[in-house]
């Protein structure tokens, strides 16, 4: 990859964390039925006494806490999700270090089921080399995961800034997240940045609004998003709808390919 300079038309590249730095190995209502089963676990052996539906009860307090997301642009951490599901349930003090604990216990089976997308330390370390200024940009409740993930993964190193969205209170596609990530890069023109995430509604609409470059990623390695059937035949879980209009600057199919497109819109400006 050739070296940038400081004409060179594009100077940074904003990464998604799910679906495009990272891949799952299994589909999403999996894991969170299999992270709230061991969240549960550990609060029955800190003494409390959750009911027998709490994995179900959870499920449903990502969902609204999801949609509410959807529709305000906000987030809230795990930590506050689990502190009003318990209050609901009647423990309505729990203690702080209890909170961490048990939604540490969550993501711990998540971290199980999550691996560097294929390439992906390559790329960054590549990007880095070649002068790029590096963001992570995450929409999660589990900020304090990421930032970890990040590190115990090799990512770190490569990385100027990561951003998730319960450290800010707001989701993508608002732009104030991307206004803080492109600052915190020291990117003052949108246009010299590049956005490249996994959902149209997330990360192309949002970014394309400030005038970013965007790439949207599929890669088929990743599993979150597809069910299988009892006889074993995949089913895609919908994503967020955009409007028919909504197109990405460019898409690809694996990380790889992300080295060639900027290389040409580098040449020529495109």
Same mark, same amino acid.
């Given at each position: 990859?050739?070296?940038?300079?400081?004409?060179?038309?594009?100077? %940074?590249?904003?990464?998604?964390?799910?679906?495009?730095?990272?891949?799952?190995?299994?589909?999403?209502?999996?894991?969170?039925?299999?992270?709230?089963? =061991?969240?549960?676990?550990? *609060?029955?052996?800190?003494?409390?006494?959750?009911?027998?539906?709490?994995?179900?009860?959870?499920? !449903?307090?990502? /969902? /609204? =806490?999801?949609?509410?997301?959807?529709?305000?642009?906000?987030?809230?951490? +795990?930590?506050? *999700?689990?502190?009003?599901? *318990?209050?609901?349930?009647?423990?309505?003090?729990?203690?702080?270090?209890?909170?961490?604990?048990?939604?540490?216990?969550?993501?711990?089976?998540?971290? %199980?089921?999550?691996?560097?997308?294929?390439?992906?330390?390559?790329?960054?370390?590549?990007?880095? +080399?070649? &002068?790029?200024?590096?963001?992570?940009?995450?929409?999660?409740?589990? %900020?304090?995961?990421?930032?970890?993930?990040? @590190?115990?993964?090799?990512?770190?190193?490569?990385? !100027?800034?990561?951003?998730?969205? @319960? #450290?800010?209170? $707001?989701?993508?596609?608002?732009?104030?997240?991307?206004? =803080?990530?492109?600052?915190?890069? %020291?990117?003052?023109?949108?246009?010299?940045?590049?956005?490249?995430?996994?959902?149209?509604?997330?990360?192309?609409?949002?970014?394309?609004?400030?005038?970013?470059?965007?790439?949207?990623?599929?890669?088929?390695?990743?599993?979150?998003? $597809?069910?299988?059937?009892?006889?074993?035949?995949?089913?895609?879980?919908?994503?967020?709808?955009?409007?028919?209009?909504?197109?990405?600057?460019?898409? $690809?199919?694996?990380? #790889?390919?992300?080295?060639?497109?900027?290389?040409?819109?580098? &040449?020529?400006?495109?």
């Amino acid at each position: 990859m050739q070296p940038i300079t400081p004409s060179s038309p594009i100077q %940074g590249i904003i990464f998604d964390f799910g679906s495009t730095l990272s891949i799952t190995r299994a589909a999403w209502p999996v894991i969170i039925a299999e992270g709230a089963a =061991a969240m549960a676990a550990w *609060l029955r052996q800190a003494g409390l006494a959750p009911r027998d539906d709490f994995a179900q009860h959870w499920a !449903d307090a990502l /969902r /609204r =806490a999801n949609r509410r997301g959807e529709t305000e642009g906000v987030e809230v951490s +795990a930590e506050a *999700l689990l502190a009003e599901l *318990l209050a609901a349930q009647g423990y309505d003090h729990c203690n702080v270090d209890w909170l961490t604990a048990a939604t540490d216990c969550y993501f711990t089976v998540e971290d %199980g089921l999550r691996v560097p997308a294929p390439g992906a330390v390559e790329l960054l370390a590549a990007l880095k +080399a070649a &002068g790029y200024r590096v963001g992570l940009l995450s929409n999660t409740p589990g %900020g304090r995961w990421v930032q970890r993930w990040t @590190d115990s993964h090799g990512f770190r190193p490569y990385v !100027d800034v990561v951003i998730t969205s @319960d #450290a800010l209170g $707001i989701r993508k596609p608002r732009p104030e997240i991307f206004l =803080a990530t492109l600052e915190r890069l %020291g990117l003052h023109d949108p246009a010299r940045g590049v956005m490249v995430g996994d959902t149209l509604a997330h990360d192309i609409v949002g970014a394309q609004a400030l005038g970013l470059r965007t790439v949207l990623v599929t890669l088929p390695e990743d599993q979150g998003f $597809i069910m299988r059937t009892a006889d074993g035949r995949p089913t895609p879980i919908a994503r967020p709808p955009v409007a028919a209009d909504v197109r990405p600057d460019a898409q $690809i199919g694996a990380l #790889a390919d992300l080295i060639p497109l900027l290389e040409r819109w580098q &040449g020529d400006g495109r």
